[in-house]
């Protein structure tokens, strides 16, 4: 999240005329995140949050992810869930983008965390596979196993300005994790994003998830490696073993994982962070810069990689 | 909880002794509930609830409770987690009693509440359900189906008293009830108690599940049913579908119901009420009186059981 696109008073009132929400009372952008626009409503019937989808969005997808959030708060999901205009359309249009607004989650996000926080994440996490179990749709993911290739081979020219002998090693990587991708885990939709950034919690408790656009059909045991990269090491990427047990026993108290799910683990690790030092060299060379534009260190997904190489069993993650 | 059991500054600064919390700040009686005696400790390691068992607790059951509530918080579920003392026992002695210290849970128990809390609820519900799946221990429900005969007998020469024929009628409803109870449904730790009191929510998340002093090995949709009954009527006891609709979904959300515990549930919320009103009738005509002893409406409970005993389907409960 993060503010592109300027709204004024008079856009905002126009599109709301759309909705039976009551008037506007103020409207702030939120400095946060990296992908869309959003502002924090006060309208006379409560809080909303607006988002206003920028450029990675592919429009014709925005219907996935608002069904899926609206399914999961059904089911009780801390989620954002979203509001109707009075048409009954829920994705609109403003200042010629893509626009929806869904409902307030109260809840911040954590700059620090402890083990207990990672328990939480892991409940929740496997909460929402749960809930998403009887969600009819899919949405292939994008950046799968499949797309990695691809993707390095377009950073291959320029890994090595970043440290010198990376690109070897990530391409002898990735070879190998190819080789043992898993095929036949349990499936379903993923968060696919669920960063610390994306996960609030108030008085001790998850609060809310957000943030679902990247969510998609993929392993499950992939999602809990993804937080297991996002949320187990220290700023100098060390890893915390008991935060990682801690974020384990959270999932499994809701979600027990099959034998195979906990075999495949340091190989879902390894590919969780493999996908995110691919998006994040990807960005680091090719991507937008510009004074909103916080890149992020591809490195430290390096380091997770070189990490989860050496990882024999889930053992070594504290179960 | 309530306090019956006054403690003083020194009795209690005697028992923190053995515990390595750090010093006492203040201490003050909770005036909540009915069964034990609580106080909130501000320490110099953060808050506690002290809780002092009375006479209906079996003190050699209280490991069991600890044990529980320990395994749950463990997983994450928001329950109190016992505290040790240095030499490692859980459950002390102060002023004569068993006595423990928890970890204080933030949040408050509702007055009034919404079909959004049912939804939270039902989650928190099937959450804690799970993480009993893999406790180890067993623990009878003393006040299973089997027992409500022989405590139907002992109110029997009262019942009249309360309401003119309810003797007849809850005699017959009993009858009934037990040559249909299910006997084949999934198994295992249940909460038995979770009435409002009982569930603390903060910023409209659950925050806390406490009292675990019924929790007993028993069928896990007879659970919900306890839950249906404590949460889905309205004061008049009119029966409130929107709150038991969500409820479920929030349920199940998290946890399936089988089509056998779908079948059953107007038979195991018969069953609840009946447990319910025949305590509650105990309690009325046989319990101790005393200020401190709010006594509890059983007809209130008999119009629940009424109105279940015309539920022909789990449809009528929103499903």
Request: contains cysteine; aromatic residues 12%.
């Amino acid at each position: 999240m993060a503010v592109y696109t300027q709204v004024t008073q008079a856009d905002l009132q126009g599109f709301l005329a759309q909705y039976a929400l009551g008037e506007l009372h103020t409207f702030k952008g939120i400095l946060a995140g990296t992908e869309n626009s959003n502002y924090l409503l006060e309208l006379a019937s409560g809080r909303y949050i607006l988002t206003l989808f920028e450029a990675r969005t592919v429009p014709a997808e925005l219907p996935f992810f608002m069904d899926l959030m609206g399914h999961c708060a059904s089911l009780g999901v801390l989620c954002p869930k979203p509001v109707a205009q009075n048409t009954g359309i829920v994705v609109g249009q403003l200042c010629g983008r893509p626009a929806v607004l869904v409902s307030f989650l109260s809840g911040q996000s954590l700059a620090r965390w402890q083990p207990v926080e990672c328990l939480a994440l892991g409940r929740a996490l496997a909460g929402f596979h749960l809930a998403s179990e009887s969600f009819a749709q899919q949405r292939p993911n994008a950046l799968d196993q499949m797309a990695w290739r691809p993707l390095a081979e377009k950073v291959s020219p320029r890994a090595d300005e970043l440290k010198q002998g990376l690109w070897t090693q990530l391409d002898d990587s990735l070879t190998r994790l190819l080789q043992t991708w898993p095929q036949h885990l349990p499936k379903g939709i993923i968060h696919a994003d669920l960063f610390p950034d994306n996960v609030f919690f108030a008085e001790g408790a998850v609060s809310g998830l957000i943030d679902f656009y990247f969510a998609c059909t993929d392993l499950y045991a992939y999602d809990l490696a993804i937080c297991l990269n996002a949320w187990c090491f220290e700023d100098d990427v060390t890893f915390n073993v008991t935060k990682a047990r801690a974020l384990l026993q959270g999932y499994q108290g809701v979600r027990s994982l099959t034998s195979a799910e906990l075999a495949a683990m340091p190989t879902l690790c390894q590919g969780a962070a493999m996908r995110f030092l691919l998006t994040r060299l990807y960005d680091w060379f090719y991507g937008p810069t510009g004074e909103l534009v916080k890149k992020r260190d591809p490195l430290a997904y390096w380091k997770r990689l070189s990490f989860h190489n050496q990882v024999k069993s889930v053992g070594e993650y504290g179960l």
